[in-house]
């Protein structure tokens, strides 16, 4: 623990360097709880950190990774032990505090979840931040009233993190999935996770985005944003809810009221960051159990090591991965 390898990325007024690096323990920030890391993931969040231009990291050098779980070897807070399986995603992790793409870390208590029953520290880091907000998705559309009976529901983006979990999620669940991509390469990848029909970018969104269109489905998973979402809105069955949790289509929705003022469509932003301990604990226990889609986790990963991050890194910010890559320390 004296000694132990970090992926580091430095920048100074005239260089930026993104390299793995030899670190120890008094490099790291203040925090309740030393984990040794067993597995973490990678994100679209991870990707911008990586480049000198991203706005993801606040100061340097630094250490990115918003995902980790691994194994509690010191603690100074009651809530865990020494041996504790632990999770730590979201919150500060891997924008202001050092982060999972480390073979040690130290966290604040109050950022992490026991691992629950019925899930392994590979299977955690499968799930990330985007099975996490996936899971979140789902929660929230059941909440507003979305049941098997209701309709299809779409998902968006559908071999990026979380559309490929979403949709395995909510085919474990027992809906008729509706999967949107552009790659048509990617069609037997989803139809194995569980989509029933598979659609395109341009199906979704169409020629021209009207303010009321054809009712297509009961819900959605939207990890883009963008005129996708805008799209969603008009072509929601009455009472309908979409999910959205990304903007990798962009930032502006051009929309109308009538979609929610005519056929009560249902908004639902999705904050994985600081979603409540409460409301965390609960998910990550649904995603042992209900959402847990078994045999489908091995589909959707693919395993590097810190010295093959760099090239994941650049693939995910040229949206050419797909389902979820973990790192392995």
């Given at each position: 623990?004296?000694?132990?390898?970090?992926?580091?990325?430095n920048k100074t007024d005239?260089?930026?360097?993104?390299?793995?690096?030899?670190?120890?323990?008094?490099?790291?920030?203040?925090?309740?709880?030393?984990?040794?890391?067993?597995?973490s993931s990678v994100n679209f969040k991870d990707g911008l950190a990586s480049i000198p231009n991203g706005k993801i990291v606040r100061s340097y050098p630094f250490v990115p990774g918003i995902d980790l779980a691994g194994t509690v070897v010191?603690?100074?807070?009651?809530?865990?032990k020494e041996g504790d399986a632990v999770i730590a995603t979201s919150y500060e992790i891997g924008v202001s505090h050092y982060g999972g793409f480390s073979e040690f870390a130290r966290i604040p208590a109050k950022w992490i979840v026991p691992l629950p029953e019925g899930m392994n520290l590979r299977e955690a880091m499968v799930f990330g931040t985007a099975g996490f907000t996936a899971a979140l998705s789902v929660h929230r559309l059941e909440e507003n009233g979305l049941?098997?009976?209701?309709?299809?529901?779409?998902?968006?983006?559908?071999?990026?993190?979380?559309?490929?979990?979403?949709?395995?999620?909510?085919?474990?669940?027992?809906?008729?999935?509706?999967?949107?991509?552009?790659?048509?390469?990617?069609?037997?990848?989803?139809?194995?996770?569980?989509?029933?029909?598979?659609?395109?970018?341009?199906?979704?969104?169409?020629?021209?985005?009207?303010?009321l269109d054809q009712q297509l489905w009961a819900a959605a998973v939207d990890p883009v944003g963008g005129k996708t979402l805008s799209a969603i809105l008009s072509k929601l069955e009455y009472n309908g809810s979409v999910a959205v949790s990304g903007l990798t289509g962009g930032t502006d929705v051009p929309t109308t009221v009538f979609p929610f003022i005519l056929r009560g469509i249902n908004l639902l932003?999705?904050?994985?960051?600081?979603?409540?301990?409460?409301?965390?604990?609960?998910?990550?226990?649904?995603?042992?159990?209900?959402?847990?889609?078994?045999?489908?986790?091995?589909?959707?990963?693919?395993?590097?090591?810190?010295e093959e991050l760099p090239g994941v890194l650049a693939n995910i910010l040229k949206g050419e991965n797909r389902g979820r890559t973990i790192v392995k320390m």
């Amino acid at each position: 623990m004296d000694n132990f390898k970090a992926f580091m990325v430095n920048k100074t007024d005239d260089d930026f360097t993104a390299e793995v690096k030899t670190i120890g323990l008094d490099d790291l920030p203040a925090g309740d709880v030393v984990i040794k890391v067993a597995y973490s993931s990678v994100n679209f969040k991870d990707g911008l950190a990586s480049i000198p231009n991203g706005k993801i990291v606040r100061s340097y050098p630094f250490v990115p990774g918003i995902d980790l779980a691994g194994t509690v070897v010191r603690s100074d807070d009651s809530s865990f032990k020494e041996g504790d399986a632990v999770i730590a995603t979201s919150y500060e992790i891997g924008v202001s505090h050092y982060g999972g793409f480390s073979e040690f870390a130290r966290i604040p208590a109050k950022w992490i979840v026991p691992l629950p029953e019925g899930m392994n520290l590979r299977e955690a880091m499968v799930f990330g931040t985007a099975g996490f907000t996936a899971a979140l998705s789902v929660h929230r559309l059941e909440e507003n009233g979305l049941t098997q009976d209701k309709g299809k529901v779409l998902v968006t983006g559908a071999t990026g993190g979380v559309g490929s979990v979403a949709v395995a999620m909510l085919a474990k669940r027992g809906y008729h999935v509706v999967a949107s991509t552009g790659k048509a390469s990617e069609h037997e990848y989803l139809r194995k996770i569980g989509a029933e029909e598979i659609i395109s970018r341009e199906d979704v969104v169409g020629e021209k985005t009207k303010p009321l269109d054809q009712q297509l489905w009961a819900a959605a998973v939207d990890p883009v944003g963008g005129k996708t979402l805008s799209a969603i809105l008009s072509k929601l069955e009455y009472n309908g809810s979409v999910a959205v949790s990304g903007l990798t289509g962009g930032t502006d929705v051009p929309t109308t009221v009538f979609p929610f003022i005519l056929r009560g469509i249902n908004l639902l932003g999705i904050d994985s960051v600081y979603c409540p301990m409460e409301t965390r604990k609960l998910l990550w226990q649904r995603m042992a159990t209900d959402l847990k889609p078994e045999g489908l986790l091995e589909t959707i990963q693919n395993e590097v090591t810190l010295e093959e991050l760099p090239g994941v890194l650049a693939n995910i910010l040229k949206g050419e991965n797909r389902g979820r890559t973990i790192v392995k320390m």
